[in-house]
C-alpha cells in the first residue's frame, strides 16, 4: 500500500487534517507518518521529514509527501536528498486537507503511487466545481462561463434530462469496439454524492477487476472515475440528479450493479424506500 | 590575517555569526514582520546558537564534516525555508570541499559557488526575486573575480560581503516573488528582503574571521 507523510509547519493541524481524512477510511488504513514544527515551534525540519520517509520505507510501496505552505515543499524536496531509504517518494502539489482525504482513500484501496500522486495533486478539482462561479454580473439563466470545460456542471439546474428508470442494461461503447455494462440510477439520499457515499463508491469498484465511470445525466458532468473520489465529487450530485454507471473489464456487470445498489439504497442515509 | 580558509577561520566565522545574530535578531525579525511571519531573526538566531553547541561538543576534524554539520543544525533548528535553504547552502558546500582541513582562496570561491548554485535549485530563485539570492549571486561574482585577479582571501572575501551588502539594499524597491512575502505582492516593494539581510551579515563576518584569525 501507498503511504504518506504529512508535513505542516503545526502539529495540531496536521494530526487534525489526518484524523478528519481517516473519517473516509472503512477498512486498513495506509501508513502515515506527520512531520510537523521545527524545533519545537512552527516550521518544518527536513531531517524530521527524511525520518518519516524512511520509517513508512519497511511498509509501504511507496511514500507521497503531502504538504502545508510553501516552505514545506522546500524542506521536502531536502529531505528525499537526506533520506537513506530508497522508497519511490513523490511530493505532491495538491492541497492539504483535500489532497490528504482523497489520497488516503485512494491508497486504502489500492492504488499504486501514480494514482495516488494524481488523486492528491487533483484534489482541488471537486471544490472548484462546487463554488458558485464568481462573476457578478453572471446571469443565471444564460451561460455566462467563458471556460468551455467548466460551464455544464456548474448548477444550472435548466439542463435537466428526462429521468429513466433505474435499471441496468449491456450497450456497446460509444466507439463500438468494446462491449459495455452501464446502468441509471437516481441518487435518494438528501446529501448526494458527497464525500462519504463518494468513498463508498472507490472502496466498492476497487474490488473489481473493471474500469468504472459515473457521470451525472442530469447536469451533464463526467464522466468521472469511480476510482477517484475527487472526481466523483468534481460532478456535484445532488438528491435527485440521475447517474449513469458504466463499466468495461471483466467483473464490469458486478461493478455496475454494486454501484447501483449503492446509490439506489441512498447509501445507508435515505429515508427507506416507501 | 589568515591566508587560507581554515577550520580555526570557519569556526571563527560561525562563533561570530551566532553574536552578530543575536545582536541583529531584532532587526531582521522587525524586517520580516514587515513582509513575513516575523521570525528571521529569532529562526537564525536559534540555529547558530545550535551551532556552537555542537562545535562545543564535537569540533569538526574535516572541511566536509563542519559544512556538514553546520548545514543539518540549520535544518533542524532553523525551521521554515531559510532553515532548507542555509542547510542546503553548507551541505552543498560540504559535498564540494576539498579534503583535509584548509582550502586556499580560490576553493574557498569554487566550494561557496556550489553552495550558492545549491541554494538556487533548491529555492528556485533568481536575481531579482527579492531573496538572498540577490545578494550571494554579486558576492559569489565579486569573490571569483577578486581571486581571479590575484587578490589575497581577506580582500576578496572583503569584496564579497561588501557586494552582498549592495546587493541587498538593492532588494528595497523589489516585489517579492519567492517565499511567504510574495504573497504580499505590490506591498513588499519598500522593505529589505530579510534574507539578504542575512546573507550580507554572514558574508560580513566570513570576511571578518578572514581577518582577524591568525595563520
Redesign the interface.
Known amino acids: 500500500m501507498i503511504g504518506f507523510v504529512i508535513v505542516s ?1 503545526s502539529a495540531t493541524l496536521a494530526n487534525a487534517a489526518v484524523d478528519l481524512a481517516m473519517q473516509m477510511i472503512h477498512g486498513e488504513p495506509p501508513p502515515v507518518r506527520i512531520a510537523s ?3 519545537s ?8 521529514i527524511a525520518d518519516a520517509i524512511d520509517a513508512l520505507a519497511g511498509e509501504a510501496d511507496g511514500v507521497v509527501v503531502v504538504t502545508d ?3 514545506a515543499v ?2 521536502s ?2 529531505a528525499i ?2 533520506r537513506s531509504s530508497t522508497v519511490p517518494v513523490r511530493i505532491s502539489e495538491g492541497p492539504f486537507v483535500e489532497g490528504i482525504t482523497a489520497g488516503l482513500v485512494r491508497a486504502a484501496t489500492g492504488g499504486d503511487l501514480d494514482d495516488v500522486v494524481a488523486e492528491v495533486d487533483t484534489a482541488l478539482a471537486a471544490k472548484r466545481r462546487n463554488v458558485p462561479d464568481a462573476d457578478p454580473g453572471a446571469d443565471t439563466d444564460t451561460d455566462t462561463d467563458t471556460d468551455p470545460g467548466a460551464g455544464e456542471a456548474d448548477g444550472d439546474r435548466e439542463v435537466r434530462v428526462p429521468v429513466g428508470s433505474d435499471e441496468s442494461h449491456g450497450a456497446e461503447d460509444a466507439n463500438g469496439k468494446e462491449p459495455a455494462v452501464s446502468a441509471r440510477a437516481t441518487l435518494r439520499n438528501p446529501m448526494g454524492l458527497h464525500s462519504r457515499p463518494a468513498a463508498l463508491v472507490v472502496k466498492a469498484v476497487g474490488a473489481f477487476d473493471a474500469d468504472v465511470t459515473v457521470a451525472n445525466a442530469t447536469t451533464g458532468a463526467g464522466p468521472a472515475s469511480a476510482a477517484s473520489m475527487v472526481a466523483l465529487l468534481a460532478l456535484g450530485a445532488t438528491e435527485g440528479d440521475v447517474l449513469v454507471i458504466r463499466a468495461m473489464g471483466a467483473d464490469a456487470a458486478d461493478a455496475v450493479e454494486t454501484v447501483r445498489q449503492l446509490v439506489i439504497d441512498g447509501f445507508g442515509e435515505a429515508e427507506p424506500r416507501a | 590575517m589568515a591566508d587560507a580558509v581554515t577550520l580555526g577561520v570557519l569556526e571563527r566565522w560561525v562563533r561570530d555569526s551566532a553574536a552578530r545574530l543575536d545582536a541583529e535578531a531584532e532587526r531582521l525579525t522587525a524586517l520580516d514582520s514587515a513582509i513575513g511571519d516575523a ?1 528571521h531573526g529569532t ?1 537564525m538566531h ?1 540555529g547558530f546558537t545550535a551551532i556552537v553547541g555542537k562545535l562545543d561538543a564535537a569540533p569538526p576534524q574535516t572541511l566536509a564534516e563542519f559544512f556538514k554539520t553546520v548545514g ?1 543544525t540549520l ?7 531559510s ?3 542555509y ?2 547552502l553548507f ?1 552543498d558546500m560540504g559535498k564540494n570541499a576539498p579534503e583535509g582541513t584548509s582550502m586556499s582562496a580560490a576553493e574557498w570561491s569554487r566550494v561557496l559557488a556550489a553552495g550558492v548554485a545549491g541554494v538556487v535549485g ?2 528556485h530563485a533568481e536575481p531579482g526575486d527579492k531573496t538572498m539570492i540577490d545578494a550571494f549571486t554579486p558576492a559569489v561574482a565579486a569573490l571569483d573575480d577578486a581571486v581571479a585577479h590575484g587578490a589575497s582571501l581577506a580582500d576578496a572575501a572583503a569584496a564579497a560581503a561588501t557586494a552582498a551588502e549592495q546587493g541587498s539594499a538593492a532588494t528595497e524597491p523589489l516585489v517579492a516573488r519567492k ?2 512575502a510574495s504573497y504580499l505582492g505590490e506591498r513588499s516593494a519598500g522593505h529589505l528582503d530579510p534574507g539578504s539581510v542575512s546573507t550580507a551579515l554572514l558574508l560580513r563576518a566570513f570576511a571578518d574571521a578572514v581577518a582577524e584569525e591568525r595563520g
Open positions: 509547519h514544527g521545527a524545533d515551534g512552527f516550521g518544518t525540519d527536513a531531517a524530521a505552505l510553501g516552505s522546500l524542506s524536496e531536502l536528498d537526506l | 521570525d529562526n536559534r543539518m535544518v533542524s533548528k532553523v525551521g521554515g525555508a532553515g532548507s535553504l542547510g542546503t551541505l533548491r529555492g517565499g511567504r
